[in-house]
């Protein structure tokens, strides 16, 4: 099992920055890591993804330029670091883990290829 906790949510104006942090624990065998969010009444959805080693990251385009995906490995933590936030971006944000290998942004931002989530954090950013 693989525990997933967030944390760096908060209230924020429009324009504003947040960084989130994920730290994974437990018999951890994730390759990658992801963040998605769910603002009320809408479906979970892609925000960044980073395999472990590096290779890969892939965010979707609405936040390229202005979120940073990062990872510490000896800390088994992943950052999603987030500027220029918008009143849309408003949510509850999750971090997400994956055991099984795959390949290309459809993988990497379908959230039925993650095994493990954390409990999220919230997000609100005021306009």
């Known amino acids: 099992q693989v525990q997933l906790v967030e944390s760096g949510g908060g209230l924020v104006q429009a324009g504003g920055s947040l960084r989130l942090s994920c730290t994974a624990s437990?018999?951890?065998?994730?390759?990658?890591m992801g963040w998605f969010r769910q603002a009320p009444g809408k479906e979970r959805e892609f925000v960044a993804a980073?395999?472990?080693?590096?290779?890969?990251?892939y965010y979707t385009d609405s936040v390229k330029g202005r979120f940073t995906l990062s990872r510490e490995s000896g800390k088994n933590t992943v950052y999603l670091q987030m500027n220029e936030l918008k009143s849309e971006e408003t949510a509850i944000y999750y971090c997400?883990?994956?055991?099984?290998?795959?390949?290309?942004?459809?993988?990497?931002?379908?959230?039925?290829?993650?095994?493990?989530w954390g409990q999220g954090t919230r997000v609100t950013v005021s306009s």
């Open positions: 997400a883990a994956r055991d099984h290998n795959c390949s290309g942004y459809g993988c990497y931002a379908g959230v039925l290829e993650y095994d493990y």
């Open positions: 437990g018999r951890s065998r994730s390759v990658a």
């Open positions: 980073t395999s472990w080693s590096g290779g890969s990251t």
